[in-house]
């Protein structure tokens, strides 16, 4: 019998087990949104990448910013760093090391925007009030939507996903 390719192996792997070559234990492997959820989708991870975005670099920013109990906090942070999302370093004659956003990090923006525009419609009492993203100008960010390649809105009614496999 012969091994197939790594890519493959691990492949059938994760369609057998519901883990990738990491050992990662995804709730559906084939599904980008599922594993996007089980790596950033818990209740603190995304607010912990939203306070990064914001400027909190330590360990004690984000306990300020969130209020969250340090040994959450402790492993979120270092699920986060596992996963790529943040990344750690120990300034010279420091005893603590700070948090970065990873390249990967940096492309949750759009998420958080989303999510964060979602909430003002639909988290919020009318006239309630709440923080607002601005651009550089301070002006309100304009809303998001997802454009086809001819500029054109794409929903969920003019969209669909083509499984894997198929």
Not at 107 to 120: C, D, I, K, M, N
Not at 132 to 153: N, Q, T, W, Y
Request: hydrophobic share 35%; with cysteine; proline share 5%.
């Amino acid at each position: 019998m012969t091994d197939a390719v790594p890519a493959e192996r691990d492949r059938e792997d994760t369609h057998r087990t519901g883990q990738d070559w990491t050992g990662q234990d995804w709730t559906d492997p084939a599904c980008p949104v599922a594993r996007a959820v089980d790596l950033v989708g818990d209740r603190w991870s995304l607010l912990i990448v939203r306070d990064a975005m914001d400027g909190a670099a330590s360990f004690t920013d984000f306990r300020n910013r969130l209020g969250v109990a340090r040994n959450i906090l402790s492993d979120r942070l270092r699920k986060l760093t596992a996963h790529g999302v943040l990344a750690t370093s120990t300034p010279p004659g420091a005893k603590r090391h700070t948090y970065r956003l990873t390249d990967a990090g940096q492309e949750l923006f759009t998420a958080v925007v989303a999510l964060r525009q979602w909430g003002e419609r639909h988290a919020f009492a009318p006239g309630e009030d709440h923080s607002v993203l601005l651009d550089d100008a301070g002006r309100d960010v304009p809303r998001f939507h997802v454009l086809d390649r001819s500029g054109r809105p794409v929903t969920a009614a003019t969209s669909h996903v083509r499984k894997a496999g198929e």
